[in-house]
């Protein structure tokens, strides 16, 4: 599911808002969970999951094409992790249907 299509089956799940309206509400709940987690926040969405920072440390790597040494600078990455019922939910879907991987 892109953004486009969330916008598009909030606008029709709930007839009173416009495509506009819920493009804006999407937006600013997107918008605010960036805020929080550039403040170094943890942002926790019950029944959903939680994102937080994760720190990698500097690191020495090699660039695939020439091998030549790269140095990775220390970096703060976002992670997501399920929340207990997204999970189960998952998991329930997919005992009722086949496996497919996305192409």
């Known amino acids: 599911m892109t953004r486009t299509d969330l916008i598009a089956a909030i606008a029709s799940h709930f007839p009173t808002l416009t495509v506009k309206d819920a493009d804006m509400a ?3 709940i997107l918008d605010a969970i960036g805020r929080s987690l550039a403040q170094g926040d943890r942002v926790e969405i019950r029944g959903f999951g ?3 920072l994760n720190y990698l ?4 790597s090699r660039n695939p ?6 140095s990775v600078p220390a ?16 998991q329930a879907s997919v005992k009722d249907a ?6």
């Open 26 to 28: 999407v937006k600013e």
């Open 50 to 52: 939680s994102f937080r």
């Open 65 to 70: 094409k020439t091998g030549a040494a790269v």
């Open 75 to 90: 970096k703060y990455v976002p992670h997501f992790t399920a929340g207990k019922e997204l999970r189960e939910r998952v």
């Open 98 to 103: 086949p496996f497919q991987q996305a192409a």
């Open 57 to 60: 440390q500097a690191r020495n």
